[in-house]
């Protein structure tokens, strides 16, 4: 009885978001999800329609909410490592290094050169991954079916790579403080050239299969139009701001972990529209690809985390020789280590775009606060009035340019 | 002079009340700004062709209980020519902690401080759809505050609302 009484105030509440043709019966209210195929997890759009044209639109997210952020604070800046694997679904080792950023920048913790060139080399095979994935899905919304098989044949080769350094497909948290995990196995290097060698031709083909289809080009050209002041307006960030022109790329703006020693190029295009979006993103796997093969050419023989024992534990044999090894083992694992109080904010190009985190330290353990920008959660805003006018079937296609994963928006 | 460093003498000149600190951290630069003069600063900051603060990256809410001002609002602005970011932080009290919405200089302010209202509690006068983003409506309580429970909770649902709800703790307002 009760719930029934709430239901009907949250209805009163958005009134105010309606057109008043709304009330009168005149325009259609229609839920699209939040379970529903084309809205890229559990996204709720509560939409006005006269006739197919949308009218106004409100996105309504929280559905996969499940307070990473608090419970992160009562885990010791290592623990808490692994739920940010879990945030971003397709950008797990990107959410990783973010955070791990963000502790060394807290604590000045130095990385060694050989873990920096095996981070960038894993956040660029999960950028890959992650324009895969997104390659496939945006597709079959489109109804081009086929692709999406295509997709995540080839994702499964970056899920190899990643067991083979990570033990895990998805949730390897293999990026740690200080460094890496462990050192990669010796065939990894040829592993990944292998796949880098095959995968070239492989986006040609997609390639071909959607830029001469003209069903795919109808119904992506002039669809989702944002100006580059809109689009940075509303926090805009990735892909679907350079497909505006806007050129802002974390990686050239900030560069972290490295990435200044990498020679690429920032894909740029100027139609505003969903194929500009689909143009950057394709051409980003090239660029991804660049990176990669510069970071195998760099990756050097060396320690692959810092040997500061506060921060990272000492290696399994010294456990049997050294007492301070024992000593530094068992405070690492049990207690952690404290950082400052203070806050700091870092932020990476995951492949939607600025990840961002904000991590405030109390000088003890635990972190007070861990807050994440995250790109969909602000890149999501834009829907609530770029998809006014077009039909429904274009809201469908815009939703997939802006390549939102709500494991990201809701944390 | 760096744009950054610009920014900040232009700020404490034009605003000698309403920069209260500046404090550097990690090499990075935060201005503490009186919460009264919030909304000037920031169309300042976006408005003046010199500095042109265009783009809102980020907001963020702290809680520093059990200590007075208990929470603290962070701003991430980017002048993205200069390619600077400067961070403004506000301190809110305990009770009824009340900030100015940003949402009418940054419209990307939207989701941010609705976030922020319902996680941490913090209300934005001015802000033009303040509900709860994550959370479901009917939510009681703000979870990111520090005096909320965290773990080994039952979840709530309808038929055992009243029962749980009996014996849980709520954060104050």
Request: charged content about 25%; hydrophobic content about 40%; some cysteine.
């Amino acid at each position: 009885m009760s719930q029934v009484r709430e239901l009907e105030t949250t209805v009163e509440e958005l009134k105010h978001l309606f057109s008043p043709r709304a009330a009168t019966g005149e325009t259609m209210l229609l839920n699209l999800g939040p379970q529903h195929p084309s809205t890229h997890g559990v996204l709720r759009l509560l939409l006005e329609l006269d006739g197919e044209e949308v009218v106004s639109c409100i996105p309504d997210v929280g559905f996969l909410h499940t307070g990473i952020e608090k419970n992160m604070e009562a885990k010791t800046f290592l623990k808490a490592l692994v739920m940010t694997d879990r945030m971003d679904y397709l950008n797990n080792m990107g959410n990783n290094l973010t955070y791990c950023l963000a502790i060394e920048k807290l604590c000045a913790i130095e990385v060694p050169e050989r873990a920096q060139v095996l981070r960038v080399i894993c956040a660029e095979l999960q950028r890959i991954a992650s324009h895969l994935v997104w390659l496939g899905t945006s597709a079959i919304d489109l109804n081009a079916s086929s692709i999406l098989i295509y997709c995540f044949r080839d994702r499964e080769r970056i899920m190899d790579l990643f067991e083979l350094i990570g033990g895990q497909r998805m949730m390897t948290s293999y990026i740690r403080p200080g460094g890496v995990w462990r050192d990669v196995p010796a065939e990894f290097p040829e592993a990944v050239e292998s796949f880098l060698d095959y995968l070239p031709k492989k986006l040609d083909d997609y390639e071909r299969l959607l830029d001469k289809n003209p069903i795919y080009l109808a119904r992506t050209i002039d669809i989702g139009i944002v100006d580059g002041d809109e689009a940075l307006a509303w926090g805009m960030t990735g892909p679907a701001l350079r497909g505006s022109g806007v050129n802002f790329d974390v990686r050239r703006a900030m560069p972290y972990s490295g990435y200044e020693n990498f020679e690429f190029d920032v894909p740029l295009e100027t139609g505003c529209d969903v194929y500009a979006r689909y143009r950057v993103r394709m051409r980003e796997f090239r660029e991804s690809i660049k990176i990669i093969r510069q970071g195998l050419r760099l990756l050097k023989p060396g320690p692959f985390i810092t040997s500061d024992r506060k921060f990272a534990p000492p290696p399994r044999a010294e456990l049997g020789r050294s007492m301070e090894a024992v000593i530094h083992h068992f405070k690492y694992w049990t207690d952690g280590f404290p950082a400052p109080d203070g806050e700091v904010y870092v932020a990476t190009e995951s492949p939607r775009g600025e990840l961002g985190c904000l991590l405030a330290g109390d000088g003890g353990p635990n972190p007070r606060r861990v807050h994440f920008r995250t790109p969909s959660f602000n890149t999501l805003q834009v829907l609530s009035w770029l998809g006014k006018g077009y039909l429904v079937a274009d809201l469908v296609a815009i939703i997939g340019s802006i390549d939102i994963v709500l494991g990201d928006v809701d944390r | 002079m760096s744009h950054l460093e610009r920014t900040v003498s232009a700020l404490q000149v034009r605003f000698p009340h309403g920069v209260l600190a500046a404090v550097e951290f990690r090499g990075d630069l935060t201005l503490q700004i009186d919460s009264a003069s919030l909304l000037a600063v920031c169309q300042y900051l976006r408005d003046e062709p010199t500095l042109a603060y265009n783009v809102l990256v980020d907001i963020g809410a702290v809680d520093y209980s059990p200590q007075e001002p208990r929470f603290a609002l962070f701003y991430i602005v980017c002048a993205l020519v200069h390619n600077t970011r400067l961070r403004l932080k506000v301190l809110l009290p305990g009770t009824e902690p009340v900030a100015p919405s940003i949402t009418g200089i940054w419209p990307s302010a939207n989701w941010p401080e609705r976030e922020a209202f319902d996680m941490m509690g913090i209300g934005f006068d001015g802000h033009p759809d303040l509900r709860r983003i994550l959370m479901p409506a009917d939510w009681e309580g703000h979870p990111h505050r520090k005096d909320y429970p965290l773990g080994y909770e039952e979840v709530q649902f309808t038929f055992n609302k009243r029962e749980i709800d009996a014996r849980k703790k709520y954060a104050t307002s």
